[in-house]
C-alpha cells in the first residue's frame, strides 16, 4: 500500500518541476486511502512552432512526469533512485507509458536515421539526462514540495479521503511565491 504522504510529495513532485520548466500549474489533490490516488494539474499549452519547440516541450513533460517518483522516495530532502525506478512501475506507471510515448516521438525526430540499436542507445542517454535533470530539480525544491505534502496530508483531517489545494491557493501560497515570484 502507498504511503499517503509519499503520494502528496509525488504530486507535489510533479507540480514543483512543472512550475520550474514553465508550464501553468493547477490543483493538487491526494486521497489518502488504501489505494492512494491523486493528481495535479499540468498545463501544457505551449506555443511548439518548430521541431526544436517540439523537442524541448517533450523533454520538460518528460521531466515533469519523472519528478512524480523522485519526489515520493524524498526523506529528509534526499531522493531515494533506486526506489524511484521501482516506482516507476507501480505508483508512477502512467506517468511511465507517457514518458515511453514522449521519448518514442523524440527518437523519431532525433535518430530517424540511425540504426534501431544506436537510435536506441542514444534515446536512453537522453531518457538518463532527463532522469537526471528531474532528479536536480526535485533536489533543489525538496523542502517545498516536502512541507506542501505534508500540509496536504493535514488537510485530510478536514477533508476527509481526498484533500485539494486549488490552483488559486498555490498561487499565493508562500512557499510557492518563495520559488516562484
Excluded at 524541448?56 to 531515494?80: H, M, N, P, S, W
Excluded at 536506441?120 to 532528479?135: F, I, S, V
Excluded at 523542502?143 to 490552483?167: C, N, P
Amino acid at each position: 500500500m502507498p504511503n499517503m504522504l509519499d503520494r502528496a510529495q509525488h504530486e507535489f513532485g510533479h507540480h514543483i518541476v512543472g512550475r520550474a520548466v514553465g508550464f501553468d500549474t493547477g490543483d493538487v489533490s491526494a486521497e489518502f486511502s488504501a489505494t492512494a490516488g491523486g493528481y495535479a494539474v499540468i498545463i501544457t499549452n505551449r506555443t511548439v512552432a518548430t521541431i526544436s519547440d517540439v523537442e524541448q516541450f517533450c523533454e520538460d513533460r518528460i521531466k515533469v512526469l519523472y519528478a512524480g517518483v523522485l519526489a515520493e522516495t524524498l526523506k529528509g530532502g534526499v531522493i531515494d533512485g533506486e526506489a524511484a525506478v521501482k516506482l516507476a512501475y507501480t505508483t508512477g506507471s502512467v506517468d511511465h507509458k507517457m514518458v515511453q510515448q514522449l521519448c518514442n516521438l523524440l527518437r523519431n525526430i532525433r535518430y530517424s536515421i540511425e540504426t534501431m540499436v544506436i537510435a536506441e542507445e542514444k534515446m536512453q542517454a537522453d531518457e538518463t539526462r532527463l532522469w537526471n535533470e528531474a532528479a536536480d530539480l526535485v533536489g533543489m525544491y525538496a523542502s517545498a514540495i516536502q512541507d506542501l505534502a505534508k500540509e496536504l496530508y493535514d488537510r485530510r483531517f478536514l477533508a476527509g479521503k481526498m484533500a485539494i489545494m486549488t490552483e488559486a491557493e498555490l498561487r499565493v501560497h508562500p512557499l510557492i511565491l518563495k520559488h516562484f515570484p
